[in-house]
């Protein structure tokens, strides 16, 4: 299982604005539901899944921009492949929680003490 960041950047656009090709972004990704999971954040997308499917949802999203008649897109990917335990998005975040919960402990613990 991995997980990838990733962003697609329409290139000459007519507005600033890429909103539009973000919603149609999170169409292409509703039909691969059952398939992978996925989460809008506001400066990219996150996918979760095998990694083979994850690269043709990559591409399937990559070509969103280009059906607008747009003549260049560039798509930053960053993957997360760890083989050695299931890693899930859900997983990463528990594990960064409960050592902030383990650091709020140990102050509360200290603050005790004084």
Same mark, same amino acid.
């Given at each position: 299982?991995?997980? %990838?960041?990733? &962003? %697609? ?11 539009? @090709?973000?919603?149609?972004? *999170?169409?292409?990704?509703?039909? @691969?539901?059952?398939?992978?999971? @996925? *989460?809008?954040?506001?400066?990219? &997308? ?12 990559? *591409?399937?999203?990559?070509? %969103? ?9 560039? &798509? ?20 960064? *929680? ?14 005790? &003490?004084?």
């Amino acid at each position: 299982m991995a997980i %990838v960041d990733v &962003t %697609v950047i329409p290139v000459g656009t007519e507005s600033p604005s890429v909103s539009k @090709y973000v919603a149609e972004i *999170q169409e292409v990704l509703k039909s @691969y539901d059952g398939k992978i999971k @996925y *989460q809008l954040t506001p400066m990219s &997308t996150i996918i979760e899944g095998e990694l083979p499917l994850l690269f043709e949802v990559i *591409q399937a999203i990559h070509e %969103v921009p280009f059906k607008h008649g747009l003549k260049r897109v560039a &798509t930053n990917i960053r993957i997360d492949d760890r083989r050695d335990k299931l890693s899930t998005m859900e997983g990463k975040l528990e594990s960064v *929680q409960s050592h902030l919960k383990e650091e709020d402990e140990k102050l509360a613990k200290a603050d005790d &003490t004084i």
